[in-house]
């Protein structure tokens, strides 16, 4: 069983600037990758960013390319998404997920985070 827990989120105005953070405890040895999805009410749950620990790379909604960014030098128990530049449409409940390989799929992904809200005004 692995736990994920995540902070941070919260308000920001338009342009600002957010990181959420990601903690793993338990059986981790599996899980070779971390992906940061969101939700905005009404809407569909929607993969943002991801990487994969085995080599390094990583991968962007094309939304949030170039203004969210996974430093990826975290060791494996923590993760964190650096989220700039941020829109409005930003505003979503905001998840970590982690499996065994880096999908933009959630149904792919083991384990979640409880998520946290990031609410971005104008």
């Known amino acids: 069983q692995v736990q994920l827990v995540q902070s941070g989120g919260g308000s920001v105005q338009a342009g600002g600037s957010l990181t959420l953070s990601c903690t793993l405890s338990?059986?981790?040895?599996?899980?070779?990758?971390m992906g940061w999805f969101r939700q905005a009410p009404g809407k569909e749950r929607e993969f943002v960013a991801g990487?994969?620990?085995?080599?390094?790379?990583?991968a962007y909604a094309d939304s949030v390319k170039g203004r969210f960014r996974i430093p990826g030098a975290a060791p494996k128990n923590a993760e964190y998404l650096q989220m700039n530049s941020l829109k409005p449409e930003d505003t979503a409940f905001y998840y970590c997920?982690?499996?065994?390989?880096?999908?933009?799929?959630?149904?792919?992904?083991?384990?979640w985070g409880q998520g946290s809200q990031v609410t971005v005004s104008s």
């Open positions: 997920a982690t499996g065994s390989h880096l999908s933009r799929v959630g149904r792919e992904y083991d384990f």
């Open positions: 338990g059986r981790t040895f599996n899980m070779n990758a």
């Open positions: 990487i994969n620990w085995s080599n390094g790379n990583t």
